[in-house]
Every structure is written in structure tokens, then in C-alpha cells.
T-cell receptor, first 112, second 113 residues
Framework: DTAVSQTPKYLVTQMGNDKSIKCEQN?????MYWYKQDSKKFLKIMFS???????INETVPNRFSPKSPDKAHLNLHINSLELGDSAVYFC???????????FGPGTRLTVT | AQSVTQLGSHVSVSEGALVLLRCNYS??????LFWYVQYPNQGLQLLLK??????LVKGINGFEAEFKKSETSFHLTKPSAHMSDAAEYFC???????????FGKGNQVVVIP
């Protein structure tokens, strides 16, 4: 049983396109995140939702728009893709009581 | 605000030798500290964490870490490296009551046969 799943695993697209990445967790957690991992493996938080409400919004271009239809899902839509958006995007959910985050397998986005 | 420093992006260790990865943190509130491991083309997996209580914490795969408040450190060790330990290791800090993890830049561990 996959705890945090993401689709797609790989995404190759051209500059200027719009794409979405989906994330689902079956752990019953209230809090979910999007992280970006760059080519040097540096991980940076982008967004966090708690029970469908946006609670963290880092300095991310407004081309990136997260959406949480319910607390088990957190999607990321990216408009007008740029070369610099190429990265691995990780979704995570947080067990508030244990203060542990569980990560999805990642989506490798390549913009050409 | 919280931050973590991991020195030495690449760490080479011989199979059977000690693995030591250093992590120093900065936090304005009592910290929660974590080590995560990332195997190639996979997500991050929690190795161990420190929240309160015993300062020496044991994790999965034979790893352990010691919280030293006086040194603001949380170094990760494993007595004997195995080939399967080759991976990227991240230290992270979360201030108590804070919703966000701040990650270090990671250590790429290479195990030499």
C-alpha cells in the first residue's frame, strides 16, 4: 500500500506549456507539502496545506498554483513552463503527532 | 528561523568502515532534528529523529545520531558501512510548533568495496 503517491513519475515538456502533477496520501494526515529538489539535490519547500487551507507559500513564481480538493490530495499546476523549472518535485504529508513527514517518490520534470 | 549546515557534499567510505556525517543546526526555538536518506530515483525516507528525551537516538539500518545542544550538532554515524548505504543523506531541522522542515544540502555517500 503506497502511502504517498505522485503522478506522473516523469514529465518531459516544452517551454511555455502548462502541466500538472498530482499527489495523494492515504495516511489520514491533515498537512501536505510540495518541495522542489534542484539539480544539486537541494530541497526547498514550496507550499503547505493543512486540511485544504494554504498555510505556507514560499517565494515561488505565481506560475505555480497548488490546489487541494480534499485533505488527501494536493496537486501542483505550473503555467508557462521555463527551463529553470526542471527539477524533481516531491509531495509529502505530515504526521502532526509524531512530527514526521512522509515523502512521495517524486516527479522528475524536464523542460526543453 | 531554522537552518542546517552539512559540510562535504561527497563522502567516500570503505565497506566495513565507520560512516560519519556531520550536521550543525541553528534554531531560535528548541529543535526537532531529523536525518533522511534518499536512494537513487526515490523519495526521502526517515532514518531517525530527535524530539525530546534521550540524546542518542537509534534509527533504521544500524544508523544512530547524537543530539549535542552545547555544540548545536546532530551527527549521524554507522559503525560499519555496507554497500547498500550508498545514497544521499539529508539533515533537517524543525522548530517546535513550526510546520516547516529546513534541509541541509545533503551528503552523497559512496561506499568503496
Amino acid at each position: 500500500d503506497t502511502a504517498v503517491s505522485q503522478t506522473p513519475k516523469y514529465l518531459v515538456t516544452q517551454m511555455g506549456n502548462d502541466k500538472s502533477i498530482k499527489c495523494e496520501q492515504n495516511l489520514g494526515h491533515d498537512t501536505m507539502y510540495w518541495y522542489k529538489q534542484d539539480s544539486k539535490k537541494f530541497l526547498k519547500i514550496m507550499f503547505s496545506y493543512n486540511n485544504k487551507e494554504l498555510i505556507i507559500n514560499e517565494t515561488v513564481p505565481n506560475r505555480f498554483s497548488p490546489k487541494s480538493p480534499d485533505k488527501a490530495h494536493l496537486n501542483l499546476h505550473i503555467n508557462s513552463l521555463e527551463l529553470g523549472d526542471s527539477a524533481v518535485y516531491f509531495c509529502a504529508s505530515r504526521d502532526t503527532r509524531a512530527d514526521e513527514q512522509y515523502f512521495g517518490p517524486g516527479t522528475r520534470l524536464t523542460v526543453t | 528561523a531554522q537552518s542546517v549546515t552539512q559540510l562535504g557534499s561527497h563522502v567516500s567510505v570503505s565497506e566495513g568502515a565507520l560512516v560519519l556525517l556531520r550536521c550543525n543546526y541553528s534554531s531560535s526555538v528548541p529543535p526537532y532534528l531529523f536525518w533522511y536518506v534518499q536512494y537513487p530515483n526515490q523519495g526521502l525516507q526517515l532514518l531517525l529523529k530527535y524530539t525530546t528525551g534521550a540524546t542518542l537516538v537509534k534509527g533504521i539500518n544500524g544508523f544512530e545520531a547524537e543530539f549535542k545542544k552545547s555544540e548545536t550538532s546532530f551527527h549521524l554515524t554507522k559503525p560499519s558501512a555496507h554497500m547498500s548505504d550508498a545514497a544521499e543523506y539529508f539533515c533537517a531541522v524543525n522548530g517546535r510548533g513550526n510546520n516547516r522542515l529546513a534541509f541541509g544540502k545533503g551528503n552523497q555517500v559512496v561506499v568503496i568495496p
